[in-house]
């Protein structure tokens, strides 16, 4: 049973520059959200897709954006870059409607650094 | 505004003991409350979760209590062992519009079981 994947495992940046960063959700999932965790933090929520539109938003400017396909993985779009969004950015996956559909389930996150 | 609090940054805990981490929460709209265990370099490890009718939920080692009066909820782990050592986050649903749900987190506790 394939879980969530992400891709690339790192990236360095500058500041000024444009980066994405792509999700795969587990197998039978067809929600994907997004999420920031900085040092010492835990994750903050960016924006979660279904049916590939944006359904919810967190506390992010409109640098970050996003999108998802009709195969249901995603990407994260982060314009302007700003030091501050060195992070470990984390994907989700659940299955929207269902029992469990609070239950989401992480990859292993992107680590973004910004120089 | 911090609505989810885990205030203790770490805890040791010699193994076969009983681990206790703690999480308060503030918004009593949530209604399902997960933990979450972290290794480094990997994403959240979904753990268990209870529901904001329940007040217990156990899985083998993992047990989770939940004092809605106090707006507070536990998780405890007997036997402890070392591989449990790793960062535990409590994690609220909070529910938006439609079917959409995002995760607020606490800042995590850090586990030490010694051997």
């Known amino acids: 049973d394939a879980g969530v994947t992400q891709s690339p495992t790192h990236l360095i940046k500058t500041r000024g520059q444009q980066v994405t960063l792509r999700c795969s959700p587990k197998?039978?999932?067809?929600?994907v959200s997004w999420y920031q965790q900085a040092l010492g933090q835990g994750p903050q929520f960016i924006f979660q897709?279904?049916?590939?539109?944006?359904?919810q938003r967190g506390n992010f400017p409109d640098r970050f954006s996003g999108h998802q396909f009709p195969n249901y993985s995603s990407e994260l779009n982060v314009n302007a870059l700003l030091l501050g969004d060195s992070a470990l950015y984390l994907c989700?996956?659940?299955?929207?409607?269902?029992?469990?559909?609070?239950?989401?389930?992480f990859g292993p996150g992107t680590r973004l650094t910004v120089t | 505004d911090q609505q989810v609090k885990q205030n203790s940054p770490s805890l040791s805990v010699q193994e076969g003991r009983i681990s206790i981490l703690n999480c308060d929460y503030t918004n009593s709209m949530f209604d399902y409350f997960l933990w979450y265990k972290k290794y480094p370099a990997e994403g959240p490890t979904f753990l268990i979760s209870?529901?904001?009718?329940?007040d217990k939920n156990e899985d083998g080692r993992f047990t989770v209590f939940l004092n809605k009066s106090a707006k507070h909820l536990s998780l405890h782990i007997v036997p402890s062992q070392p591989g449990d050592s790793a960062v535990y986050f409590c994690?609220?649903?909070?529910?938006?519009?439609?079917?959409?749900?995002?995760?607020?987190f606490g800042t995590g506790t850090l586990l030490a079981v010694q051997p």
């Open positions: 989700a996956s659940s299955l929207s409607g269902g029992p469990t559909s609070y239950e989401q389930y």
């Open positions: 897709y279904y049916e590939e539109e944006e359904r």
């Open positions: 197998s039978g999932h067809d929600t």
């Open positions: 994690a609220a649903r909070a529910r938006g519009g439609g079917a959409t749900n995002k995760l607020i």
């Open positions: 209870i529901s904001s009718i329940k």
